[in-house]
């Protein structure tokens, strides 16, 4: 079965901070890796990463894959109250499924 | 506009009954995706359908049925079966495999 495993589940942070969240990875036919930002209902996509070693960057945010390791981080950086939400980490595969993590939640408190 | 469409927004059922959740998309692609969420959870795969007429099972489709007629359309169906179907539904759609996903609105359904 596929698994993709996310940690911390949650954490706080104070503004102005860095966070690194984790993903790691055990899927079948691996075709690529994603980032979404859930605030409320619908995730909103941040990245998708396919390559080992090749950073993606979106302003404070940023994210690199290790294929040979299996995981992704996700850094934000200079932290801000608008950055709090569910970070959410899924793994595509050839076969069309998409699996998802089970969040991290982060909250930035002023 | 392009975009998924869920409806409707909340949905109230009593037990023992099975409901459809409605899912459209326009943005012509070929995968979709049904996930359940839970208070604090993340995105379990319920179904997946690459293409018209074939879709494959995901993690938790115990309880749960789709069909695939239409490009443009998924329908869930919650059967009496699925002993804990209060949830929040969402429904996603890609262009092709392992590419950017959309997400619907969402459905949250309350059994009483």
């Known amino acids: 079965e596929d698994k993709v495993v996310q940690s911390p589940l949650s954490l706080v942070v104070h503004e102005g901070d860095t966070v690194t969240l984790n993903c790691s990875y055990e899927?079948?036919?691996?075709?690529?890796l994603l980032w979404y930002k859930q605030e409320k209902k619908a995730p909103t996509f941040l990245f998708m990463l396919?390559?080992?070693?090749i950073e993606k960057k979106s302003g404070r945010l940023s994210s690199i894959l290790d294929k040979k390791e299996l995981f992704s981080i996700l850094n934000i950086t200079a932290t801000q109250t608008g950055d709090s939400a569910v970070y959410l980490c899924a793994v595509g595969s050839n076969d069309y499924k998409l699996s998802f993590g089970a969040g991290t939640t982060v909250t930035v408190r002023a | 506009d392009g975009g998924i469409t869920q409806s409707p927004k909340y949905l109230f059922r009593k037990e023992g009954q099975n409901v459809t959740l409605s899912c459209e998309q326009n943005?012509?692609?070929?995968?979709m995706y049904w996930y359940r969420q839970d208070p604090g959870q993340g995105l379990r795969l319920i179904y997946y359908?690459?293409?018209?007429?074939?879709?494959q099972k995901g993690d938790i489709a115990e309880g749960y049925s789709v069909s695939r007629e239409k490009k443009e359309s998924f329908p869930l169906t919650v059967t009496s079966a699925q002993k804990n179907p209060t949830a929040f539904y969402l429904c996603?759609?890609?262009?092709?495999?392992?590419?950017?996903?959309?997400f619907g609105q969402g459905t949250r359904l309350t059994v009483v």
């Open positions: 996603a759609s890609s262009y092709y495999r392992g590419t950017e996903a959309f």
């Open positions: 396919t390559s080992s070693g």
């Open positions: 943005l012509n692609h070929d995968a």
């Open positions: 899927v079948t036919n691996f075709r690529s």
């Open positions: 359908s690459q293409i018209v007429n074939d879709f």
